[in-house]
Nanobody, 127 residues
Framework: QVQLVESGGGSVQAGGSLRLTCAASGYTYSGYCMGWFRQAPGKAREGVAHIDSTGRTSYADSVKGRFTISKDNAKNTLYLHMNSLKPEDTAMYYC?????????????????????WGQGTQVTVSS
């Protein structure tokens, strides 16, 4: 059974905003590290934003200050608010759940090895 389903992708002009949503079934987000990842054609999948079970967040340098990850545990819903979008943000975006969280020097550093993935939602940013 598919456990994570993304929505909210689409086409937007540079400088615009989108909000991605990831809905879960079969389990709750409260005990997991949750992350948003993206993959563009010809590039490797990269982590974009992560949130641990207590609400700590971590962002890729390329999106820090523009994207915000959040979650609503009661609704089993994960969000990615994307502002000031750039053409280089164009990619397929995936949400994922991880039983573990990574910490470096006491600082949350993301979800290291997600085991559950959604099918993805396409984000296209035009110049």
């Amino acid at each position: 059974q598919v456990q994570l389903v993304e929505s909210g992708g689409g086409s937007v002009q540079a400088g615009g905003s989108l909000r991605l949503t990831c809905a879960a079934s079969g389990y709750t987000y409260s005990g997991y590290c949750m992350g948003w990842f993206r993959q563009a054609p010809g590039k490797a999948r990269e982590g974009v934003a992560h949130i641990d079970s207590t609400g700590r967040t971590s962002y890729a340098d390329s999106v820090k200050g523009r994207f915000t990850i959040s979650k609503d545990n009661a609704k089993n819903t994960l969000y990615l608010h994307m502002n000031s979008l750039k053409p280089e943000d164009t990619a397929m975006y995936y949400c994922a759940a991880d039983l573990s969280s990574r910490y470096l020097g006491g600082v949350f550093a993301g979800c290291p090895s997600p085991g559950n993935w959604g099918q993805g939602t396409q984000v296209t940013v035009s110049s």
